[in-house]
């Protein structure tokens, strides 16, 4: 059964997640960790051999240009897990949420191919990322630091990685419990709550009403890069850029 747009925002908002036990399981439930794995957008730790990829510009990166196929890849067998939480219903809501601007996509191109991204929704100004992949060396941990960067300049203040890994811890991410987080969220989101009225439906939650997803492409001097113009952004560097949005103090 589609899952409900509204339902779906406002558990967001209440600090809830779906999840499926298998790719093919019809089931969905809803999660609320006792602790939650966030990671704090002026921590994120970018190692030399990490800046020097970002820098050199080895993969070149857009923002919401293949959200299904994003999607549809991080819902595949990995070399870490053999199965996953999302299933075609998920998978499906997450889809219409990107048609309505609310649901958004980082990807890294190598030669023409998706080698690496993730995927999350928008809420205010907290994104709750959802799922990444690596088809190559450093590719999703290249699409988590645009990420941060997109955030930090669009005035974000929470990103959510629901629970941790090592993967995220070794990239600064914290584990924190459930009251702080639910503290946090209710900043992130405070701007943007209309009580009493239906999410999806009403226009409350419209996308950019608060962060601004796609601020740093101020930073980079170009529009959003469509997947059909890989080839050039027409921008010196924009990795360096990116770096820079990374440690730049406000």
Excluded at 54 to 77: G, K, L, S, Y
Excluded at 87 to 106: K, W, Y
Excluded at 150 to 157: H, Q, S
Aim: aromatic share 8%.
């Amino acid at each position: 059964m589609p899952i409900n747009l509204d339902l779906l925002l406002q558990a967001y908002a209440n600090g809830i997640f779906p999840m499926s036990d298998a790719r093919d399981d019809p089931e969905t439930f809803w999660i609320e960790p006792e602790f939650r794995a966030v990671m704090p957008l002026d921590g994120f730790r970018v190692s030399k051999s990490l800046a020097k990829t970002i820098r050199q510009d080895r993969f070149v990166v857009t923002a919401d240009t293949a959200f299904a196929q994003v999607i549809a890849t991080c819902a595949e067998p990995q070399d870490d897990r053999q199965d996953t939480w999302i299933n075609p219903d998920i998978e499906d809501a997450f889809c219409r949420l990107h048609s309505q601007g609310r649901a958004h996509s980082v990807e890294c191109w190598l030669e023409g191919r998706l080698v690496g991204g993730l995927y999350g929704l928008a809420l205010g100004r907290a994104f709750f990322g959802e799922s990444m992949f690596s088809r190559e060396t450093d590719a999703s941990k290249v699409a988590l630091a645009w990420l941060v960067a997109r955030l930090r300049v669009g005035g974000f203040a929470l990103l959510d990685c629901q629970f941790m890994t090592g993967h995220l811890k070794s990239l600064g991410a914290i584990e924190i419990p459930q009251g702080a987080y639910r503290t946090l969220l209710e900043a992130a989101l405070t701007k943007s709550v209309q009580a009493g009225s239906g999410l999806a439906s009403s226009g409350a939650w419209t996308a950019g009403s608060d962060g601004d997803w796609g601020a740093v492409e101020g930073v980079l001097g170009v529009g959003t890069v469509t997947s059909g113009d890989l080839s050039s952004t027409g921008v010196s560097s924009p990795g360096k850029r990116i770096l820079h949005a990374l440690t730049q103090t406000s």
